[in-house]
């Protein structure tokens, strides 16, 4: 199995950044894709940003600009810096990594790191 852990969530002033972490460890050899995806109260938990490991990279509409997903394949990591952050993206970022593949483990989701945005 793979287990996936996040970092770097707090909180922080509108306009302000935040650099998220996550490493994977276990089977990672499995690993396809990695990503973020966020939840707010409230709300289905919707996509992010997602960085697969021939660099492709998908963005949510509302994050393009300001977001930005890098990833170490070597290291299985996978990083997301939100630049001028809003009130909006307030949510429970969850690290997300998918195979194309192996469907009966994946996908798999890390804990959660929770992001405020407010004044």
């Known amino acids: 199995q793979v287990q996936l852990v996040e ?3 707090g909180l922080v002033q509108p306009g302000g950044s935040l650099r ?23 709300k289905e938990r919707e996509l992010v940003a997602m960085l697969t490991d021939r660099g ?5 509409e509302s994050v393009k600009g300001r977001f ?3 990833r170490d394949n ?4 996978v990083w997301l810096q939100m630049n ?12 997300n990594a998918e195979s ?5 483990d ?9 992001v405020t945005v407010s004044s």
Do not use: H
């Open 74 to 77: 070597a290291k299985n990591t």
């Open 68 to 70: 930005t997903i890098s």
């Open 56 to 60: 492709i990279t998908i963005y949510s």
């Open 20 to 42: 998220l972490s996550c490493a994977a460890s276990g089977t990672i050899f499995s690993i396809d894709a990695m990503g973020w995806y966020r939840q707010a109260p409230g």
């Open 100 to 104: 194309d593949t192996n469907y009966s």
């Open 106 to 114: 994946f996908p798999r989701w890390g804990q959660g790191t929770q």
């Open 84 to 95: 001028s952050l809003k009130p909006e993206d307030t949510a429970v970022y969850f690290c």
């Open 7 to 9: 970092s770097g969530g």
